[in-house]
């Protein structure tokens, strides 16, 4: 063979390996990287989102500002960490930010003490502090409506000047829902490794306290029930209802009646509810048994569920504040199995730091809750850290790549599951319930902690799909 031949063939040998290796596609290592494509892969797959949606019936102005900050500027010093039903003072204030931050658990409690309050309101201003939208329906609507902008978004709660015009113009507020002055609520919100005294904290959480009449008297509530009866929406959004906990019980008792008796009225209309943080057990236990099992679908992170499970006086042999995934399940598949229905609970969407999971009835009315929980976790991350996209150096997944699905059911209890940033989601069925599981891709560094649980039960319900068989 020539000389010329072998140099001919020798360059149709490289032209080949340059297109070959031109055109060849980029292999992903990073693992961030790598479950995102994934999570886009499977809300590729998604389902038609609703096109009218009612939220009600809390709203509010958010003032936020560093807790310790605040606690510096109202003269409190580090002290022991103690969880109130009720704040009443600087003191108990002071208490309530130290718990939180021992347990990494974000708390919403009630301030009985206007004046203080107030006074409380005032010094948050002199220190460095921003202004946001509040309330679990209006952070809800607000996302939504940014979310799929060509649906009709109706917010039923009370809008006072400063909220409305942070809101978004495309909103239906009813002219109702207009109110004279904002109802404040203080969000005091600290970053992970924030020291206090002796305390620092493992995690970015937040305590929020208000004295909040109109919200915490559910004024909006017939409202809403006359606008989801006159608009007839694909879907509502009930939340707020645990302000309740502020005012006299023979109050929060009627005022649970008459949600229980607004669900009945609009039962053809899937209503998700979502839960907050509650002290009053009892309380909670009247909220569940009044609410939750009429509510077709329902939004909690795991120290709600905690609550709940104490609320009722079942332990599952639990006695810790933060429990594991395995018994996290264990209490989930509880909750679903102890109080829910066809006609009634048959969605249940959790959500906590490094996982959530959706819970579906298999013979229920709600689908699709693989894209639901992927979205939720996609939100999650996307919000802490205030971006649009993902990236390797802002994001880290803290869900072990094993573990067990139950410590209560023989089956799931001796099965390891095993994860994968290219295959994310595990799927299990266990008593009539199908479950979905993604872990999420934490903000190393979250700019902002309110609202999440929000964005994530909102969007996730865009990506479920609700089929009544009546």
Not at 178 to 199: F, T
Not at 312 to 340: C, F, Q, R
Not at 367 to 392: I, N, P, R, T, W
């Amino acid at each position: 063979m020539s000389n010329i031949t072998t140099f001919g063939l020798l360059l149709v040998v490289i032209a080949v390996c340059y297109q070959y290796y031109r055109l060849k596609p980029e292999v992903v290592t990073d693992p961030v990287l790598r479950l995102s494509t994934a999570w886009d892969h499977i809300l590729s797959n998604s389902t038609p989102w609703p096109q009218k949606i009612v939220l009600g019936v809390n709203a509010n102005l958010d003032l936020i500002v560093s807790a310790t900050a605040l606690l510096r500027s109202l003269n409190e010093t580090p002290g022991m960490g103690v969880d109130h039903s009720v704040l009443n003072t600087t003191k108990a204030l002071q208490e309530q930010v130290t718990y939180s931050m021992q347990e990494c658990a974000g708390t919403e409690r009630y301030f009985s003490n206007k004046s203080l309050f107030d006074h409380i309101v005032q010094m948050a201003k002199t220190i460095p502090h921003t202004y946001f939208i509040g309330g679990n329906a209006a952070l809800m609507a607000e996302k939504l409506v940014t979310f799929i902008p060509a649906a009709d978004i109706y917010l039923v709660a009370p809008i006072g000047p400063q909220l409305k015009k942070l809101l978004h113009s495309q909103l239906n507020i009813p002219r109702e829902s207009l109110a004279v002055q904002d109802e404040i609520h203080v969000i005091m919100e600290y970053p992970s490794h924030e020291v206090w005294g002796q305390i620092t904290s493992s995690c970015a959480n937040r305590v929020i306290h208000s004295h909040d009449v109109s919200n915490s008297q559910l004024s909006f509530l017939e409202p809403f029930k006359e606008t989801i009866l006159s608009s007839r929406p694909d879907l509502a959004i009930l939340s707020g209802a645990h302000l309740l906990e502020a005012t006299p019980r023979v109050f929060w008792e009627e005022r649970i009646q008459e949600i229980a008796s607004l669900l009945q009225t609009v039962r053809t209309t899937p209503v998700h509810f979502e839960l907050a943080t509650v002290g009053d057990l009892s309380f909670l236990r009247a909220l569940l048994e009044g609410v939750v099992v009429r509510a077709s679908s329902l939004g909690l992170n795991e120290q709600e569920l905690l609550s709940l499970s104490k609320a009722v006086g079942v332990s599952l042999g639990i006695n810790v504040s933060k429990p594991e995934l395995p018994m996290v399940a264990d209490l989930l598949h509880w909750l679903i199995t102890s109080y829910g229905s066809l006609s009634g609970l048959s969605r249940i969407h959790l959500h906590t730091l490094t996982y959530h999971i959706v819970a579906e009835l298999t013979e229920g009315p709600w689908h699709y809750g693989e894209s639901a929980v992927v979205m939720g976790a996609k939100v999650a991350g996307l919000q802490a850290c205030s971006v649009e996209k993902f990236d390797g150096k802002l994001f880290e997944i803290r869900l072990p790549s094993q573990f067990y699905l139950s410590r209560e059911d023989m089956t799931l209890s001796n099965q390891m599951v095993h994860i994968s940033p290219s295959s994310p989601v595990v799927h299990w069925l266990r008593g009539g319930v199908r479950y979905f599981l993604s872990p999420v891709l934490v903000c190393k560094q979250p700019l902002k902690t309110v609202g999440l649980g929000d964005a994530i039960s909102s969007t996730g319900l865009v990506y479920s799909m609700y089929s009544s068989k009546k």
